[in-house]
């Protein structure tokens, strides 16, 4: 690379932010509302404390449903609020054509089936990581997704599972969607935004206040990883490879300044590392039922 590519050059500067003191139905609602999966909660000065992401969301939301009494003989389950239609990919794709897909879609991950749609794995931006530091750092051609796609079967769900089911596994594992089998066969896939929206459908439901009681505070992630504005390409692309992070709060002096996501990596990236296709060789026109030979100039 001629130029290093730094976060500052791709970051976004205009966010949604939160404060520590706002309760966990206004998180609930700027999440599910601003179509986001998570935002940087920063006090009156602007400095950054932490984030709120879907997962803490559904730490708390989990928390609420669990809290009522007899709340198991209710719970919705996982049929009733899954997507049946899933966007998927074949396990032959290039790697760089379903980077592509992802993005075109706005997704940030799809099942890989076969042609019986049988379930085989996952490729998402998580695993597209793996291809773009393996283009960065060590220069390996792409591939098919059958290389690259997530084998692990402990994010799988059965149809007959409750919200509260779903809530705990996206709880103990980095995943953001869990496909629903049938046996081997795709029935569907449920995100942490569906369990989120469900879950605070099921608590209004309830006719409680429980979601008013609780403040933002007592969820944010104090933890997540962040960078500064000169952090590389490659650094944040490795960040992203070795933590469960989707986004990257950008800070300068302890305030925020920005934020990356991987979506936002894999679209500067996945242009300057895609394979260039060889330009055709432009040819002279030679008409030949107008004369037999070359003219000169042609020769």
Same mark, same amino acid.
């Given at each position: ?29 700027? *999440? %599910?509302?601003? /179509?986001?999966? +998570?935002? &940087?909660?920063? =006090?009156?000065?602007?400095?950054? #404390? $932490?984030? @709120?992401? !879907? ?46 897909? *992802? %993005?075109?879609? /706005?997704?940030? +991950?799809? &099942?890989?089936? =076969?042609?019986?749609?049988?379930? #085989? $794995?996952? @490729?998402? !931006? ?50 953001? /969607? ?122």
């Amino acid at each position: 690379m001629s130029q290093v590519i730094t976060a500052k050059d791709f970051m976004r500067r205009e966010l949604t932010t939160l404060g520590p003191d706002n309760g966990l139905s206004q998180g609930v609602a700027k *999440l %599910l509302d601003n /179509r986001i999966t +998570g935002a &940087p909660v920063v =006090d009156a000065s602007g400095r950054f #404390l $932490g984030v @709120f992401a !879907e997962k803490s969301c559904i730490q708390g939301l989990a928390e609420v449903i669990e809290s009522f009494p007899d709340h198991a003989q209710s719970l919705t389950s996982v049929a009733e609020f899954m997507n049946r239609k899933v966007h998927t990919l074949a396990p032959d794709t290039d790697v760089f054509e379903a980077i592509d897909e *992802l %993005l075109a879609k /706005r997704i940030s +991950g799809a &099942p890989v089936v =076969d042609e019986n749609q049988n379930y #085989l $794995g996952i @490729f998402s !931006e998580k695993t597209a990581m793996q291809v773009i530091v393996g283009a960065l750092f060590e220069h390996l051609p792409g591939s098919t997704i059958r290389r690259y796609m997530n084998l692990d079967r402990n994010r799988l769900l059965d149809p007959r599972a409750t919200i509260l089911d779903a809530a705990q596994v996206f709880i103990k594992t980095p995943y953001r /969607r869990l496909p629903v089998l049938e046996g081997e066969r795709l029935l569907g896939q449920v995100s942490r935004r569906d369990v989120i929206a469900a879950a605070q459908q099921w608590i209004v439901a309830q006719r409680k206040t429980s979601l008013e009681q609780r403040c933002i505070g007592d969820y944010v992630d104090r933890h997540a990883l962040t960078k500064t504005p000169s952090s590389d390409l490659l650094e944040i692309a490795e960040a992203f490879l070795n933590s469960p992070y989707r986004r990257l709060p950008i800070l300068e002096n302890g305030r925020l300044v920005g934020q990356v996501s991987r979506r936002d990596l894999l679209e500067v990236a996945a242009k300057m590392l895609r394979p260039q296709q060889p330009k055709e060789q432009v040819k002279p026109l030679y008409l030949s039922a107008v004369n037999e030979s070359l003219p000169p100039s042609l020769e």
